[in-house]
């Protein structure tokens, strides 16, 4: 009966969100992590490459299963569907719980945190993998470099909240960095995907018209940003009556926001930038509003309901056996990987944002988890054919440990600063 | 690149909740109607069947444009993913919004117009759809008598509501019989879904065997309901304290209660129950708890942001073409159910429930809209292929047209029911 696989559809999805729960639960509870770290952890338990090959049936398990195809063209995958639709959610509540006001301040530092945590990564990634794989192209130095430039918005915005520093001057400027460096990550994607195409055929590189498009890539993000920026910023009041006016009365103004999120965050893929680029700034202009309040309280369900399933479903793509055959690289990366972004990072946030040396800690480790774009930018690479199974591994690896590692290294500095604050809030008293 | 298709999905989403919340919002605005009108409307407009065809590029259209192609084994359809997620989180909060503990008492004149508003209709269904399509297979007639059964609760209390009337005499009677009209409908669903299953692979049609399959699946249906009920009844202090308890502190008891309903959302289908079904006792049993305004409270908005996209993708799979082809059927049913409605709960109302004629009358005609549950219902026939496109434009056009019609019938007798009461306020003064 062909009910049978939405009857199974409905099954997975609760089974995924329930594992992320209850593991994300003990996570928070018990071992005092951040919860998304136990729904990463759910996801590499239930996958189908680990427990979830014993328990659920093939029916079940070719809906994830397929994780490595997922990337070929044409493949249309209902659980990264489900997961777009959750990553959104979370950005726009992201965008939507920042101070912009704060955020405009920020400016500057944000984008010398992003640009410092972007060149040592990517040097650290091309030299390393140049060194230990010298009869790889060229194209795979590069694309492994690039994996090693993003840092995960969604992953950082969650272990922020969830520690309640995403409203500090540290988490509006690891914010700040993250979605400046999550447009660079993709004009660096862009422009390793045409360098690889080019050499792949074997033509000549013409640099120029390389240098071009990334140029423009990077004006039209920006321009976008600032754009929806300024828009919250000065046009808040017009918003509120405009936009939001017409739905107060049955009280659906919320949801109508995250509609208009949604339309944004596919708006912004017409000019290259990823969609989450766009939910996050959607949730930014509506944070400028007077309704910002109300607009939380009926998005912040939703996105509780969601994201869980994101971040499972990103640890359950994971396959154990592809991880080993690279783990030196694998190990190296993830290691030069937390150095690049925090020293990148640490030195624009404490010589130009002038943070004090705890803060701008936080600022650099709060940049190192890798997660989603990190996997976005391996799995454009391995599709290319620019990097193997090995490769794609590894960056796979890369992605997950930097994220599993952020809340122990970022801990003892987090709780510095609650003492600091303590301390300056005693003195004011 | 191959992300494009994922873009383009956003849109698609995007853009139907847009469009249902715009319209949904007119209809209850401009023309006081309930929104669930107005989605349905922006379905028809938005259809790839309608103006859709003209304004969405091809491979959206492919998104939606499946429908009918669908339903063939094997196939997976993203748009009903959704969607099926999205009506068992209609249902769930339904049933959490049910005052479970007057639902008890009201039970017996409640449970005696919810059966003679199921008879008549079913009968009527049934035996104009077979002297119209007498080439139809029994699975079909079966449906169109299924369609005609249900009793929207949402809808109904929504017009009772603006009229003043849900604490009445007659207000609470039409409750309890929506709602037992509800299950009862769904247990016809399940049925119909398990005899159209039999005749669907050339099975002959055994009906000793369907009505033992019947009697089965209803003391299922009421057993799975009664427990569940009872289980939040009885032991909500114990649901609270063990189900709910350990996800308070994280704040996400809401959320759990919601996957909850999905895993027994699933759990009913291994007894050949339709999902909603589980969604909406698993709702029951929660309301039950203590925490129920707080579950209300963060679901509720989950279910205000999905379920439009429930109603309007239902309308974007009419094809008007389809409609014109059925319209005679459309017609004459929407007449029937009109009337099977009226007389079958009048009759208890007035002869068992001792209401006046006028009062009867108002339970009868409560009773009349069919809504989303007509809908689900004709969703789900449409989906397991008993009925094609004409049939299932005919149910949704009874849907539509029975609740157009409703708060205009009513009219006279509310007009009529303030003057009795004004009479018997002046007489007792």
Redesign the interface.
Known sequence: ???E???K???T???I??AA?VVG?FF??YLKQP?VLGELIAGLIISPFALGGLFFDDSIIL?FGTVHDV??????H?M???S??AV?ALLFVAGLETDVRSFAKQGITGALVAFGGVILPFLFGFVVTWLIYPDEDISAWLFMGATLTATSIGITVRILMEMGKLQTKEGTTILVGAVIDDIIGIVILSVVISISAVTKVGGDLDMGHVAIDAFRITIIGFAVWFALLIAGLKFHKQISKYVLG??K??G?A???A??IG??I??AV?QFDLH?VVGAYVAGLMFAACAEKEELL???R??M??LAPFFFCYLGMQVDLADLKAGIWLALILTILAVIGKLVGCYIPARFQGKLSHNSAMIVGLGMVPRGEVGL?IAGAGL?SGAIGGTLFGAAVFVSLATTFVTPTLLKPFLKKHDDEERRLAAGDG
């Open positions: 009966m062909e009910l696989v939405y009857y559809f409905i099954l999805f609760a089974l969100l329930l729960r639960e928070e509870r919860a809906n990337f070929g063209v044409g493949e249309f209902v990264e569907v489900i777009e639709i959104i017409p739905f009365r049955s659906t919320p949801i109508f995250l509609i949604f339309l965050a596919w893929t969609p309280e009926q998005t369900p939703i509780l309901f976005i599709l």
